[in-house]
T-cell receptor, first 113, second 114 residues
């Protein structure tokens, strides 16, 4: 699996957009970018995933660069409840339901009042 | 997405004893995954459990220490055997979502070994 690099921590003001970067310079053509978050003392929660096009859902937007070597998760209006560790994970799409997820250290996002 | 019920949510155990963690899913799934999260650390995959066959363990994890059962497509257990304080962690089970969408995780079992 391609490795990912994320900043250790970031701060964001409540109500502002939170932009979380991820570097995956060794990503392969068949690998998707997935984002999860883990709020303290809970199991990780799926946020969004994408291959090469930008994606948006009710939780966030995912911007993937044209060369696919990096991506940015955007929380458009961060709230205090968005304080969590955010994980960027790269995995092959073709692995299906049998493919394991490998977690890095992630980014601790702290949303401040 | 699947709903996972994981039990117990927490436990305090004496060293040398064993604890079995249960994971129940509300739909049939091919694979179930067990993770460990040590204090302040990220998640580490322990093993992958396929119904009807032995679990596949990651490097550093062995069946004698972490035996896994997978009796049907909706249930799995992980046992932490002969516990020591170093086994104090959060243990989580996970299943893949439909059509490669996000994996779902249980709420975790917070284990403290004293």
């Amino acid at each position: 699996d391609a490795k990912t690099t994320q900043p250790t921590s970031m701060d964001c003001a409540e109500g502002r957009a939170a932009n979380l970067p991820c570097n995956h310079s060794t990503i392969s053509g068949n690998e998707y970018v997935y984002w999860y978050r883990q709020i303290h003392s809970q199991g990780p929660q799926y946020i969004i995933h994408g291959l090469k096009n930008n994606e948006t859902n009710e939780m966030a937007s995912l911007i993937i660069t044209e060369d696919r070597k990096s991506s940015t998760l955007i929380l458009p209006h961060a709230t205090l409840r968005d304080t969590a560790v955010y994980y960027c994970i790269v995995r092959p799409y073709s692995g299906g339901s049998n493919y394991k997820l490998t977690f890095g250290k992630g980014t601790l996002l702290t949303v401040n009042p | 997405s699947a709903v996972i019920s994981q039990k117990p949510s927490r436990d305090i155990c004496q060293r040398g004893t064993s604890l079995t963690i249960q994971c129940q899913v509300d739909s049939q799934v091919t694979m179930m995954f067990w993770y460990r999260q040590q204090p302040g650390q990220s998640l580490t995959l322990i093993a992958t459990a396929n119904q009807g066959s032995e679990a596949t363990y990651e490097s550093g994890f062995v069946i004698d220490k972490f035996p896994i059962s997978r009796p049907n497509l909706t249930f799995s257990t992980l046992t932490v055997s002969n516990m020591s304080p170093e086994d104090s962690s959060i243990y989580l089970c996970s299943v893949a979502g439909y059509a490669n969408y996000g994996y779902t995780f249980g709420s975790g079992t917070r284990l403290t070994v004293v």
